[in-house]
């Protein structure tokens, strides 16, 4: 869906986006996350033919980007820095201007696909207000109504859910699992953790421009290898484990096992009572971090 290729971005003697390669698959929820400053704004724009690329090339729903923006761009939802709205007008308003002002906003059906936006968005109720009254959170959600309008196949969100209360995040959220649930390719950015953990299949992470890291969530995540025991008999444990465990802080140990079953057995068949035992996973944060000394080292 989105393919990038030594993807670069000079603005001057600032490299904000540097040789990026960004593989994007049909059906993912993809959280592109990085600290603030470190390209994100500067990728999606460029993905979107918003800024020109200092060199490298993009391809969008298999098409070149920007030559082939035209035919691209109608198929792809997307809200970039906040959604743009006129605050005198009324929401529904607003996005009759929008489908209006693109190609392929049939006016015959234009009624049609301003309510299911808006349901879509939970904003239907309100919509007749001006936007001037309504919260950050639906102007967000106004944002990303415009967005669906001509039911993308594919959304590019640039930090959907900055500055929401942690309920309009949790909407937020549910929409785009939803959406993607109905076949909706959707690539994110944000600079919260937790967010893409929640919510995203596979994960890109911009360090400083760089893309140092590109996985499914789930394979970043998967076991170590080792587990994690939680015990008040660590003497005892210790000694029927002799050699296997790696590491020990208070009553937790570290074991190096991938058969987290047998060993709770072992353990429970000499005495040994244990409070908690599962298998060791990392978490995003780890695996970021990570990542991003790995390529600061490598710097
Ligand atoms: N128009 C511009 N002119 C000059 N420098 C720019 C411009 N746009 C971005 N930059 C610089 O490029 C780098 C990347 O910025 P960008 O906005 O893409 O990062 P970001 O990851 O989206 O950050 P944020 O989360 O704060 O929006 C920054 O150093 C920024 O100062």
Redesign the pocket.
């Known amino acids: 869906m989105i393919r990038t290729e030594g993807l670069t971005?000079h603005?001057?003697r600032?490299t904000?986006?540097e040789d990026v390669g960004l593989d994007v698959r049909e059906g993912d929820v993809y959280g592109f996350l990085?600290?603030?400053?470190?390209?994100?704004?500067?990728?999606?724009?460029m993905l979107l033919g918003l800024?020109l690329a200092t060199s490298g090339t993009i391809e969008v729903l298999g098409r070149p980007m920007p030559s082939s923006g035209r035919a691209v761009l109608p198929l792809v939802g997307s809200m970039v820095?906040g959604p743009a709205s006129y605050p005198g007008l009324s929401g529904r308003t607003n996005l009759a201007l929008i489908d209006a002002s693109g190609p392929g906003g049939d006016r015959a059906t234009r009624a049609g696909r301003i309510d299911d936006a808006l349901a879509q968005v939970g904003l239907e109720g309100v919509d007749k207000r001006p936007v001037r009254a309504y919260s950050l959170g639906m102007r967000q959600r106004l944002g990303l109504a415009a967005a669906l309008l001509r039911r993308p196949r594919l959304l590019v969100l640039?930090?959907p859910t900055n500055g929401l209360d942690p309920q309009g995040i949790r909407e937020i959220r549910q929409l785009l699992v939803d959406l993607n649930a109905a076949g909706t390719t959707v690539f994110l950015?944000s600079?919260l953790l937790a967010e893409i953990e929640q919510m995203c299949t596979r994960v890109g992470v911009?360090d400083r421009?760089r893309l140092v890291l590109q996985d499914e969530l789930a394979h970043l995540q998967r076991p170590t290898g080792r587990t994690v025991v939680r015990t008040p008999d660590t003497d005892a444990a210790r000694a029927l484990l002799d050699g296997h465990v790696e590491h020990q802080e208070g009553d937790t140990i570290w074991v190096r096992a991938d058969d987290p079953l047998a060993l709770n057995a072992a353990l429970v068949g000499v005495g040994v009572r244990v409070l908690e035992l599962a298998p060791e996973r990392r978490t995003l944060e780890d695996v970021v971090l990570e990542a991003a000394e790995r390529s600061g080292d490598r710097r």
């Open positions: 971005k603005y001057g600032i904000a986006v990085g600290a603030n400053g470190s390209g994100k704004t500067t990728t999606v724009r800024v820095e640039d930090e950015s600079h911009l421009g």
